[in-house]
T-cell receptor
């Protein structure tokens, strides 16, 4: 079946703008994760959903970042008033109940000019 | 913050040689996973080893885990040019009830033909 998909694959925006990044998890996976990866670093956890609710949002860096998963499937990561330091690859992963393995999407490369 | 540290940061070998990468972590874990990443985009899950396991094999991959030293190693035998990628270890840790992953900075492996 289809893997995790993310759109857009690349996003270039200007400082101060608002962006939305979308993640389509593997069908039937109840857990969904967002990570952020800066150049030369490993992915860093942002937020974790179990179903529709955010089970852990402790990784969100500040209140400019927000994520939703209204129907327990697709998730959107929203970044307000973008800053140059937000430039990174944003990765989404999903996991099925009873498994410890997370399956990652190809990521969205966000560039803030 | 990143829990794991991979060693070495970069490794360059010839095709047919073995490649060994090490990972150290800081907290208690339920499992440790290794992922591979090509060209800074999506991560591919390679292997998972549980805290009560000491060694695991999958094809040309061999993973060891020493919970007393909080360390793991990934061995790729008979390497191929196609193995060129970045390799990350990830641990679940006690945050979020062992539901989220913390990644190291990765080892960049270059296999030359």
């Amino acid at each position: 079946g289809a893997g995790v998909s993310q759109t857009p694959s690349n996003k270039v925006t200007e400082k101060g703008k608002y962006v939305e990044l979308r993640c389509d998890p593997i069908s039937g996976h109840t857990a969904l994760y967002w990570y952020r990866q800066s150049l030369g670093q490993g992915p860093e956890f942002l937020i974790y959903f179990q179903g529709t609710g955010a089970a852990d949002d402790s990784g969100l860096p500040n209140d400019r970042f927000f994520a939703v998963r209204p129907e327990g499937s697709v998730s959107t990561l929203k970044i307000q008033r973008t800053e140059r330091g937000d430039s990174a690859v944003y990765l989404c992963a999903s996991r099925m109940v009873g498994s410890d393995t997370q399956y990652f999407g190809p990521g969205t490369r966000l560039t803030v000019l | 913050s990143q829990q794991g540290e991979e060693d070495p940061q970069a490794l360059s070998i010839q095709e047919g040689e073995n490649a060994t990468m090490n990972c150290s972590y800081k907290t208690s874990i339920n499992n440790l996973q290794w992922y591979r990443q090509n060209s800074g985009r999506g991560l591919v899950h390679l292997i998972l080893i549980r805290s009560n396991e000491r060694e695991k094999h999958s094809g040309r991959l061999r993973v060891t885990l020493d919970t007393s030293k909080k360390s793991s190693s990934l061995l790729i035998t008979a390497s191929r040019a196609a193995d060129t990628a970045s390799y990350f270890c990830a641990t679940d840790g006690p945050n979020s009830g062992y539901s989220t992953l913390t990644f190291g900075k990765g080892t960049m492996l270059l296999v030359s033909p």
